[in-house]
Structure formats: C-alpha cells, structure tokens
C-alpha cells in the first residue's frame, strides 16, 4: 500500500509539471502571437494561422490532454489549486518576457495563490476514489 | 464586453472541467503511458459522451479566452478566470460528491483572495 501510494505521489507530480509547464508556455505563446484586436468571427479562426498562435494552441492541447490524464486518478479539487502554481509562472512570463506592468498589489495576489496552494498541496491525499476500471492495486 | 466575456469563459470552463472529470473517473485510472495503450486509451474517450461534452465546453471558453486575450495584459486573464476555482470546488462536493475537507476548502479560498487582488 506505500508503494502504491509512493508510485501515486510520483506519477501525479510528474503529470502536474507537465500540466503547468505547458499551460503558462501556451499561455505565453498565445499572447504573443494575439493581434490587439479581434474584429469579426472570421477573425477568431484567421488568427489560430498565425505561427506563435499555433504553437501556444498546441501547448494548450497537450495541457488539456495531460491534464485528463491527471483527472483520471485524480480529485478535481486537488487537481485545480495544485496547478494553480500556474496563475503565477504567468505573472513571471508577462513580466519580464512580455513587459507587462505588475503592481504590488498583483503581486501580493501571487502570493496568497501560493499560499493557497500549499494549503492544499500539502496535507491531502490526491484522491478520494480508486478508480472504478478494477484494476489491480 | 470584457466581464461578458469572463462571464462566458467561468461558466463554459466550470461546466466543461466537472464533465471531464466526470468522463475520466467513469473511464478509470490511466495506468499504461505506452503510445499504443494511449492510442486505444484516447479512442475510447473519443467515444464517450461526457467527454465529447467537456470538449466542446472548453472550446467555447477557449474562443472567449482569445477574444478576453486580444485586449488585455496577460498577467490579468489568466488570474482573472481562476474565479473558475470557488464554482469548481463547490461542483466537486455537491455533483462529483467528493470529500472536500476544510483544508481544500480554505486553499480555494485563499487562492480566490489571492486571484481577486490579482486582477483588480
């Protein structure tokens, strides 16, 4: 049962780094590539051609594909705060690779979401359920 | 138009997530991270409902993201839609019937505090 538990622990760790990893990055990308405006719906599908779009849409595809896999053993509330370390590898991308203007109160926003986050993160088994496949275990 | 489009993405994403979770706990845990077993692994979820659901959730937030993302700053959109974290959790407990401890509960809380200072 620990080593169920260690294999557990290691492969959540290991899929949520790749969950957060390429959902700031696709997020980045995204930005970059965005025009200051959208005009017309024609528009909303004109931009996914451009090169920096595509990259980030890819990225964002493989985070919603890890990101299903992580669910499938996962709790959705564990899942959703301890990728939220997300929210502020973003601020670190828009600032510094972006030169977005951050002000103190942003960042003191930051750092209750990582508050928050090892609240969560810290104590709580990762999942409620086994999975109802019956698979061994 | 940008709180519309907030308003889009929140719902869309809450909606979207529950029923991925849904999908994915129906379909049981992903053992096997060969590419042949995820090959038949992603054909069946291609085939399942709630999935294809969750999907087409996400796309509609996906295409207000872009629209919320053409205009504003980066570092405010994406905090922004973590408002998605109180409707979710809530979702959690009372439709997916998990066991949210007060733990959970006090994370999602402080992450929101720290998501609503973020973007104001």
């Known amino acids: 049962m620990t080593s169920e538990n260690a294999r557990l622990r290691s492969k959540t760790w290991a899929c949520a780094t790749i ?17 200051a405006e959208l005009p017309s719906p024609l528009s909303y599908l004109t931009v996914l051609f451009r090169p920096w779009v595509a990259l980030g849409v890819t990225l964002l595809v493989v985070w919603l594909l890890s990101r299903m896999t992580l669910l499938s053993w996962a709790d959705l509330s564990y899942v959703l705060p301890a990728t939220s370390l997300g929210y502020v590898l973003v601020a670190f991308v828009g600032r510094w690779l972006l030169d977005e203007r951050i002000t103190r109160q942003r960042w003191a926003g930051i750092l209750l979401i990582v508050a928050g986050v090892a609240l969560v993160g810290g104590g709580s088994a990762p999942q409620t359920f086994r999975g109802n496949s019956g698979g061994p275990s | ?59 509609v937030s996906f295409f207000a993201y ?18 998605t ?36």
């Open chain 1, 19 to 35: 969950v957060v990893l390429t959902q700031v990055f696709g997020n980045f990308f995204l930005k970059r590539g965005m025009p």
């Open chain 2, 1 to 59: 138009m940008k709180w519309l489009l907030i308003a889009i993405i929140v719902a869309a994403t809450s909606v979207g997530e529950v029923l991925q979770a849904i999908g994915m706990r129906r379909h049981g845990e992903i053992r096997d991270f060969r590419p042949g077993a995820l090959g038949r692994a992603a054909s069946t979820l291609a085939r399942n409902g709630v999935v294809i659901g969750s999907v087409v959730a996400m796309a």
């Open chain 2, 66 to 83: 872009l629209g919320l993302l053409s205009f504003t700053d980066l570092s405010f959109a994406v905090p922004v839609t973590a408002v």
């Open chain 2, 85 to 120: 974290y109180v409707v979710e959790t809530a979702l959690a407990k009372y439709v997916l019937k998990e066991r949210v401890n007060w733990l959970r509960w006090a994370g999602a809380a402080v992450v929101l505090c720290g998501v609503a200072l973020v973007s104001l």
